[in-house]
């Protein structure tokens, strides 16, 4: 049951405004007097007047009744989503919603018609690079060709139209100057608004949990398979595939390239720096704010007085641990590293957090790894760049036999190459026993291409965004297909249990709903039906709740009566109350 309590609003809530207007004086005048001449005729009649689909003209540009249409819809559905109410669109009209929405599209062909006049226009680079930089077009942190044709394939676009509406886009983005709102929402819309997402109510629960009920009596078979048969399209088993491949990786090269040593040693010297490390003391520091107090430590200490004992009030001991002078400041570097051997003691130094006085208790000398110790790393890093430069002619040649007839059996044979097989792959790169393929880990973009291909054909010699090769083929295609009992039993069954389990207790809060409208004390039903109480705390209408089901029962209600159906949660059924 939920019980609760309606506060007066605490928040404003304010829509956006529009945020695009042109730079020039006269674009902004002309943007304001259009707008205002919006609000003087109405646009009442905006989707059955005027010729043809066009419902706004600016120069030689139109703004049409399906763009309108689209615009006005995005924002209806925005604004449910705020709100969490079930706006209609005569409602939102009302409200200004479509009237915004037209001043909307008629400022951005305005700032079109501008951008034409002064020949302002995003540059084709521009346009690749922010298609790129798109991250759902991305594999591996690159772009990937085969994903962004098939996402605007999925859309019903095509790249050029798709460009186009990018670079619009960005010319919009270059000419619009000041980026602010332009006025607030409608009064209609907003008082509303405010009213109803600043309420903040409270409550309470009566939960029967589901947990309560979770011994119910085994299904036979007969019963699981009508079950499964009634949410068979979420017992699926997915299309599989068989596929054969080869993967051209610099790796494959590096053990036949052999560098010469005067090459590593050049190597070494060259990065001497990089297998350096420098001096290295390990200190303590005195610390207080008060100039004196730290002199007079600092004196202590040269007479031999342990650092423990000048502590007090005014002076901190504390141990800075194992410092370089590249990672301290300038003004404790110099000191510190200049200071003689272990023991010894800067005089004391000013900074932003007080005096200091450093003690040095240990000095590690700067060392160098010799050449014998990162040989065979160098050697690594040396002949995998080697490789790398020399993975675009093995491609060629597999690419060379493939296209003389060559099977991939064949050409991976007489390459020397390392054939990958795998039988009954999805889409995620896993076995039907669930165990991901080792050999295709990091190679995401065959398993693209190998559900994106057909039967029975080899690609293309394709190249990864990282410099990598492969070819696949697809030998078989298994397609999706319900699972039977025998597959799925366990899943089913747990889910069946589940299902009764949830039904009994909703049941069961039911019961004791209608008695709690019958007007029998709430402790007592609670007794008879063995409910657990639970607080729903103070809670905005406009917040996000993790419970929507209990969030829409507790403002559905009126303040201080019993709700009238029962709501599922989580563990169980709870009544809905207020």
Known sequence: MVRATAFPPTEVFMLSGLRNIARSIFFKIFLALLVLSFAVWGIGDIFTGGAGDRVAEVGDLEVTGAELDQDFRRSLQQLQQQTREPLTRADAIRMGLLEQSLQRLVARRII??????????????TVARVITEQPEFQVDGAFNRQRFDAILRQNGLNE???????????????????????????????????????????GELLLAPAARY??????????????????????????????????????LLVDEITVDEDELRARYEAALQSYSVPERRRVRQLRGDDEAALRAAYDALQGGADPATVVDEDVALSALGEVTEANLPGAFATPIFSAGGVGSITPPIESALGWHVFIVDEIMPAEVEPFEAVRDEIRTEVAREQA??????????????????????????????????????????LTPTGEPVT???????????????????????????????FVVRVDEVTEPRPLTLDEARADVLAIWRAEQALERAEAAAGEALAELQGGMAVDQVMAAHGLERQP??????SARPLDPAVHEALFAATPGTTAEEVVATADGAAERAS
């Open 112 to 125: 079109d018609a501008e951008a034409r006049s002064l020949g302002i226009t995003a540059s084709d680079e």
């Open 160 to 202: 050029a139209v798709f460009a186009e509406s990018i670079r619009a886009e960005r010319t919009r983005e270059s000419l619009a100057g000041s980026i602010r709102p332009v006025g607030g929402p409608p009064e209609a819309l907003a008082e509303p608004l405010t009213a109803r997402l600043g309420e903040t109510r409270s």
């Open 214 to 251: 979770a011994d119910v009596a085994p299904a036979d078979d007969a019963e699981l398979e009508a079950f499964l048969a009634d949410r068979a399209a979420d017992f699926q088993a997915p299309e599989r595939r068989d596929v054969t491949a080869v993967l051209l990786d610099a790796q």
């Open 388 to 429: 790398a430069e020399q993975l675009p002619d093995l491609a060629v040649a597999l690419d060379d036999a493939l296209g003389g007839g060559s099977t991939l059996e064949e050409a991976a044979s007489d390459l020397d190459l390392p054939l990958v097989q795998v039988a009954g792959l999805d889409r995620q790169g």
């Open 439 to 469: 050999a295709l880990t990091g190679w995401e973009t065959v398993l693209v291409e190998a559900f994106d291909a057909p039967a029975g054909e080899a690609s293309l010699l394709e190249q990864t965004p990282d410099g990598r090769y």
């Open 536 to 541: 729903v705390a103070p809670r905005a209408r």
